[in-house]
């Protein structure tokens, strides 16, 4: 990186997955018309009093819990204030100096292995509106129907060094909050977002160089390109003698780049003060007790199981924890049948590049776990081949049912007869005599040429096993 370190830190808000807002009963339901979850409360109303939403609480607790921060038993809710049409109260209601947890931090795995980041900070706010600009109507509009919605900003430290580990971080906390089933963790409905404060510095300098933040990122991919985008950016203007100016810049996904926004804020202009509405969020010990018994098993204890247990190789342990769906049904799938990398390959190759291929998630898959581990039998047993099964695999994931059955019915069991190989081989062998000598002149690699020419003849279902006995018999 021409003599330049790079220093990422990671701003997230995540969307938790409650019923109703953070201080008032309206509903979070994504989707709804403009404006029509909304009420005297979250539209800023005066005189309306704001009421702490509970489920929101231990949401934020459970987070705190499972990243390992000290969760304070006493914070406080804080009002920023500044102006934006979305912004009906004409302050956010958050927290500063008393945040709800603090001290935390996250493993994360990359190709030059593990790592690990802090967390500087989670604290509780609730969300703004959306501002909706139409080019047509020559007008601006304001949806108030995410105003009030609970979110958690988790702060990390900055920690990390590249893109790649910013992907990886992020990857990790939105895995962490859907395992806990606080959060859906969709990006591009904005459940969650990442604002990235991005600098460089001379490689052995201990004091931060200027940053910029980023936002208008919604997928990991957009995210990587802006960070990349930026760091580069800042090294140009260095490098020319420039200076980089602290400011907020936008991510142009269409070309790209970064563009400035606006001059970045210190904390003191938003001239903080505790809110006088919310009484201090105080925390009891049975509260704690009975939420960390609630903890699920998370992404790196399920994953470390996976290796202990099961003896997956680290790198099958990882993709297959890395989203909670795939995990669940790498599970299901084992116990119907107990071949854990057998089970393993399939769900990481066909079962996840269908998905890729499609665009799809494993709720859009009709072929139940269970169902794959028998197909994944019935190759072990003999009665299909790899390859038909694979063909399989595509039609029943449109359309589920039993392996077997469909097998069956579709005329699809695998020939194991040896006597009907033997005449498919000894036609094959006929039909080539040059291919033959050719063998038998040393050129062993026409092995795969035979076997191919065989399964074509009993239409991908011979036996691959014997097809390369009965060839080996009679070549010599």
Known sequence: MRDYEVVIGLEVHAQLKTKSKIFCSCSTQFGAGPNENTCPVCTGMPGMLPVLNARAVEYAVKMAMAVDCTVNRRSLFARKNYFYPD????????????????????????????KRIGITRIHMENDAGKNIHSATDNASYVDLNRAGVPLIEIVSEP?????EEAVAYLKSLRAILVYLGICDGNLEEGSFRCDANVSIRPRGQEEFGTRAELKN?????????????EVERQ????????QVVQETRLFDTAKGVTRSMR???????YRYFPDPDLLPLIIKEEQMVKWRGELPELPEARCRRFQEELGLPGYDSLVLTAEKEVADYFETALATYTEPKKISNWVMGEVMRELNDRGATLAECKLRAQDLARLVKLVDDGLVSGTIAKNVFKELFETGGDPEAYVK????????????????????LAENPSEVERYKGGDKKLTGFFVGQVMKKSKGKANPGLVNQLLAKKLG
Do not use: C
């Open 263 to 269: 001059g970045k804020e210190e904390a003191h202009d």
């Open 235 to 242: 090294i140009d203007l260095v490098e020319d003698g420039e």
């Open 87 to 114: 912004l009906p109260m004409g302050y956010q209601i958050s927290q500063f100096e008393l945040p709800v947890a603090e001290h935390g931090h996250i493993v994360i795995h990359t190709e030059k292995g593990e």
């Open 159 to 163: 920690d990390m060094r590249s893109a």
């Open 409 to 428: 019915a579709k005329g699809l069991v695998q020939i194991s007869d040896t006597s009907a190989i033997e005449g498919l081989v000894d036609e094959v």
């Open 217 to 229: 990122m919604n997928s990991f991919r957009n995210i990587q390109r802006a960070i990349e985008y």
